[in-house]
């Protein structure tokens, strides 16, 4: 069984279906503006491990996850590019979903968006206004009342005499994001105003939109119900958006909520936070130009423990890219011991779940808080000890099955061994410059090409008539 960490509790705790059968869980998803970024990506794929360890370890899922297609960012992009809202966001929706499936992310069960979820959060605020959790103020804007809700800061553990509920009564937060120390009444329902264009609509308090931390109370309530098994978001969510969350869920709807709380730490770029002003944020469509596969991108992001910091450096992909060779060969080599078998797929080992063998411990770590980094320890250090060629068919189909156990719970996606890779063209620029330098005998040129190669992560094997270029 998976234990976890859980936020709220501050401890590791065992992830429990309430049914015993189906895992109900809910991810805060993108906020469908732009491209999203390695960061984002960390935290979707890292929620992605967490469902394939449960799913593999004998549970089904239900995975909510929402499009935020309507706060502050969708809209102010949207105007300034001259698009309606819904075409707009619907470009950002779709490459986010491209992004999802090359970094081989599980599509969610179901995927609702806050547009299409206006009904249902006007009926939340309407809940919490009858039972006095909620007011309108002077700006026609209706906001959560914090100090009606004694548990407000649980989860984020702010300090409960600090945080004084009574002297918030006059605070108010309209902004969707904002920091601890400025803990106030936030806004459910935003009062119409001229800079967010034609996106507003009617509700019992005058035309607006919703607020940002609304829409994952209403929908993982329509789609969860009013308790559900786990609630997963990066650090940044703890506090305000998932504390609001629970404030507007369990005053309005009852029930508790989440029971367990899954954060994941953020990703840094090169020891620094990402910001646009740094230059550092990338996309997968900026690695790609570089040369860098979403299969090593994966690798990094799945192979770091999700508790502490990561710190991407382009060096760790191409640490990545060899990793992923090795494991990738030892895979073959297996194949070929046991040429009858079946290809092992995700599904079909949820079906018929191989015992782990020579892997358990690389399991265990996946169960002991979803250990990484300690699992993928485990897997090379036990394939080491494999020789394929020497095991009989039936003992290759076994080592196999429970080698792509770990691999296919960590989503990795084994490039073939064998085949041409695409070399980026300012690499085989590099490469053919060498291979004339050496043609021309001016081995001086050519070493230092092959030096140039060999710090971009390029190793050149020189043949008769031609060069092969391999990742080193
Ligand atoms: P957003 O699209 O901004 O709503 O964020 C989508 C998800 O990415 C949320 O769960 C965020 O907490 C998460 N996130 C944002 N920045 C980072 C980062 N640098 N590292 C990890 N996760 C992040
Ligand atoms: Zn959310």
Excluded at 132 to 151: K, L, M, N, T, W
Excluded at 284 to 293: F, K, N, R, T, V
Aim: charged share 25%; proline share 5%; aromatic share 10%.
């Amino acid at each position: 069984m998976l234990n976890l960490f859980d936020t709220q509790s501050g401890a590791i705790k065992p992830v429990q279906a309430e049914d015993g059968k189906t895992l109900r869980f809910y991810c805060c998803g993108p906020t469908v503006y732009a491209a999203a970024h390695i960061g984002n990506f960390r935290t979707f794929v890292v929620q992605d491990v967490f469902r394939r360890v449960v799913e593999l370890g004998g549970l089904r899922t239900k995975h909510v996850r929402n499009i935020t297609d309507v706060d502050d960012k969708t809209i102010r992009n949207s105007q300034a590019q001259g698009k309606a809202l819904n075409e707009y966001t619907a470009i950002w929706t779709d490459k986010f979903h491209t992004d999802c499936k090359a970094l081989n992310c599980l599509p969610p069960h179901v995927e609702p968006s806050a547009v299409g979820h206006i009904a249902e959060q006007i009926e939340l605020v309407k809940l919490l206004m009858e039972k006095g959790h909620a007011y309108q103020s002077e700006d026609g804007s209706v906001y959560f009342r914090i100090s009606s809700y004694p548990d407000y800061g649980r989860l984020a553990h702010l300090d409960r005499q600090e945080l004084d509920l009574g002297k918030t009564a006059n605070t108010r937060a309209d902004a969707d994001e904002y920091e601890k120390d400025s803990v106030a009444d936030f806004v459910l329902w935003k009062a119409r105003r001229p800079e967010d264009g034609p996106n507003y609509w009617p509700s019992p308090w005058g035309e607006g939109r919703p607020g940002w931390h609304l829409e994952c109370s209403a929908m993982s309530h329509k789609y969860l119900g009013d308790t559900f098994d786990l609630h997963s978001g990066g650090v940044d969510l703890i506090f305000p958006h998932h504390e609001n969350e629970i404030a507007q869920s369990r005053c309005a709807c009852g029930g508790e909520s989440a029971r367990h709380w899954f954060h994941v730490t953020h990703l840094l770029v090169d020891g620094a936070k990402m910001s646009k002003s740094l230059g550092n944020m990338y996309t997968l469509d900026q690695l790609a130009e570089m040369g860098y596969s979403p299969a090593a991108l994966r690798y990094v992001l799945a192979g770091a423990y999700y508790r502490r910091p990561l710190n991407f450096t382009l060096s760790g992909m191409k640490d990545a890219t060899s990793a992923l060779n090795k494991l990738a060969r030892f895979d073959k080599e297996l194949a070929k011991a046991c040429p009858a078998a079946k290809e092992p797929t995700y599904r079909d080992l949820i079906k018929n779940r191989p015992e782990p063998g020579v892997f358990q411990p690389a399991w265990d770590s996946l169960e002991d808080d979803l250990n990484t980094p300690e699992a993928l320890g485990h897997v090379f250090s036990a394939i080491k000890s494999i020789k394929p060629a020497e095991l009989t068919p039936a003992e290759a189909e076994a080592t196999r099955r429970a080698f792509r156990l770990i691999i296919e719970a960590l989503g990795l996606q084994l490039p073939d061994p064998d085949a041409e890779i695409d070399v980026p063209a300012d690499i085989r620029a590099i490469a053919d410059e060498r291979w004339a330098a050496r043609q021309q005998k001016d081995w001086a040129k050519a070493d230092a090409l092959r030096g140039r190669l060999a710090e971009l992560g390029w190793a050149m094997k020189d043949g008769k008539d031609g060069y092969k270029l391999t990742k080193a």
